[in-house]
């Protein structure tokens, strides 16, 4: 398996994911889980994945697709589509599996999944944040990240505008 094939190989449909999900539960694995637009990877995402990556030993992440970051953001988003944007994703060796959600929460992914901890940006209290009271129900943990000031994929849109 080339490189590359690697990296594709951890961008994972329904099916796909929940084979990995037996196989990591099986080896009794900690599983996390984040989620996010990531429209242009920047170092404050580098920052949160690399940290909510030390919170278990696979972390997977739910990229919002192309729908789903329009409906968010706008017209203008994503800036980058969904294949390109999995791929920076899959690349990373902190991540171990990209999927895709078209909702404009993660609640059912997270449903789905049933991490063993959530994993947000500071940028959210806990009690907003979508899926956390399923994690706790289960006897999963939240955690924040602080996140990377002056690191936003608006401020780097902006910049890029002139403004």
């Given amino acids: 398996m080339s490189r590359l094939e690697w990296i594709e190989s951890k961008i994972l449909n329904a099916e796909q994911l929940q084979k990995k999900l037996a196989l990591w539960r099986f080896k009794n694995e900690k599983i ?11 170092p404050g995402h580098i920052k949160v994945l ?4 030390e919170f278990g030993d696979k972390l ?25 944007r999995a791929l920076l994703l899959a690349a990373l060796h ?11 929460t993660p609640k059912n992914l ?26 706790l129900q289960h006897g999963g943990e939240v955690k924040t990240i602080v996140l990377a000031a002056g ?9 890029l505008k002139g403004k």
Avoid: W
Avoid at 32 to 42: R, Y
Avoid at 94 to 104: I, K, N, R
Avoid at 151 to 159: G, L, V
């Fill in 50 to 53: 690399t940290e909510a990556s």
């Fill in 94 to 104: 902190v991540v171990d599996a990209v999927v895709l959600f078209s909702e404009e």
């Fill in 151 to 159: 690191h936003s994929t608006t401020n780097i849109e902006e910049r």
């Fill in 32 to 42: 996390v889980f984040t989620n996010g637009c990531f429209d242009i990877l920047h």
């Fill in 110 to 135: 997270i449903e789905t999944i049933a991490p063993q901890v959530l994993v947000k940006g500071g940028d959210y209290a806990i009690e907003n944040i979508v899926g956390a009271d399923y994690v």
């Fill in 60 to 84: 997977i992440v739910g990229l919002n697709a192309d729908s789903s970051v329009k409906a968010l953001k706008g017209n203008n988003r994503p800036i980058m589509n969904e294949n390109d």
